[in-house]
């Protein structure tokens, strides 16, 4: 079974920033032909969709939530994906996922369109 590994979670001040990293545990897994998502779940609430990269085509596709403020970015020499946030608020605080499927444009949003995921990073934005 493949698997994700996230990095970069923490505390950080509403207004400030972090970059969140997801590379796959085992070499031998390459990104190359995959959609990578980042998705986000806060206590009480839905796994909900954050945004998304193609590895093939780097096209980009983001939650209005986020759009201006969270951009996603790939390192193919690393076979790593990077989410950038900026700008940072109170309601961003979530445990961020990393995930990889192969969507098609119409289902990059949807959970069940990726099959393989991370445990989980948390981000805690304090007001």
């Known amino acids: 079974q493949e698997q994700l590994v996230e990095s970069g979670g923490g505390l950080v001040q509403a207004g400030g920033s972090l970059r969140l990293s997801c590379a796959a545990s085992a070499r031998t897994f390459t990104f190359s032909g995959y959609g990578l998502a980042w998705f986000r779940q806060a206590p009480g609430k839905e796994r909900e969709f954050v945004g998304s990269?193609?590895?093939?085509?780097?096209?980009?596709y983001y939650a209005d939530s986020v759009k201006g403020r969270f951009t996603i970015s790939r390192d193919s020499a690393k076979n790593t994906v990077h989410l950038q946030m900026n700008s940072l608020k109170p309601e961003d605080t979530a445990v961020y996922y990393c995930a990889a499927g192969r969507p098609i444009t119409s289902t990059v949003r949807r959970a069940d369109s990726y099959y393989y995921w991370g445990q989980g990073t948390q981000v805690t934005v304090s007001s």
């Open positions: 990269i193609r590895w093939s085509g780097g096209n980009t």
